[in-house]
C-alpha cells in the first residue's frame, strides 16, 4: 500500500529519521506546529491561487480542444447564417417576380379580352348587313392561261 508514492518500508525510515532528528520527546509539539502550519497554508490565498492554477494546468488540454470545437461550430453556424440569408434572399426575389408575373398575366389577359371584343365586333355582322352581303365563290385561276401568257412574252422576246 502505496501512500503518496511511499511505501511502508521508506514510510518507517521516515520516522526513524523524524525521531532521531527531533528526539521523542519534541515530537508532539513538532507534530502539533506542523499541523497548525498545515492548516493555515491549506486557508490561505496563496494556497487557493496554487490549487486553482494546477487545476487549470491539468484541465487547459481539454479546454483548449473544446474551444477548438466551438471555434469550428461557430464557423459553421456562422456558413448555415448566411447560407439562410441568401435563401431568404432568393425567397424574397421570387416572391417578388411571383407578383410580377401574375400583375403581367393580368393584363395580359385584360389585353387579350379587348382583342378579342374587338375581333368581334369587326366580325359579327349587324342585321342589315347580312341581307345584302353575298358570298360569291371566287374564280379559279386557269393554269393554261398562265403557261400561254408565259410563252407569249417569250416569243415576242425573240
Do not use: C, H
Not at 453556424?77 to 447560407?83: G, Q, R, S, V
Not at 375581333?119 to 341581307?131: N, V
Request: proline fraction near 4%; avoid cysteine.
Amino acid at each position: 500500500m502505496d501512500i503518496l508514492g511511499i511505501g511502508p518500508a521508506e514510510l518507517i525510515l521516515i520516522f526513524l529519521v523524524i525521531i532521531l532528528v527531533i528526539g521523542p520527546k519534541d515530537i508532539g509539539k513538532t507534530a502539533r506546529s506542523i499541523g497548525r502550519f498545515l492548516n493555515r497554508l491549506y486557508k490561505s490565498d496563496e494556497w487557493r491561487t496554487v490549487t486553482e492554477a494546477s487545476r487549470t494546468i491539468r484541465t487547459l488540454p481539454n479546454r483548449l480542444a473544446r474551444e477548438a470545437e466551438l471555434e469550428e461550430l461557430k464557423e459553421i453556424k456562422d456558413t448555415f447564417e448566411d447560407a439562410k440569408k441568401d435563401l431568404v434572399e432568393a425567397k424574397d426575389d421570387l416572391e417578388e417576380s411571383t407578383k410580377e408575373i401574375k400583375e403581367t398575366q393580368k393584363e395580359l389577359k385584360q389585353d387579350v379580352q379587348s382583342i378579342d371584343d374587338g375581333m368581334k365586333s369587326w366580325t359579327t355582322p349587324t342585321s342589315s348587313e347580312e341581307t345584302t352581303i353575298e358570298e360569291k365563290p371566287l374564280p379559279e385561276p386557269e393554269a393554261n392561261s398562265i403557261e400561254q401568257k408565259q410563252t407569249d412574252q417569250i416569243s415576242n422576246d425573240e
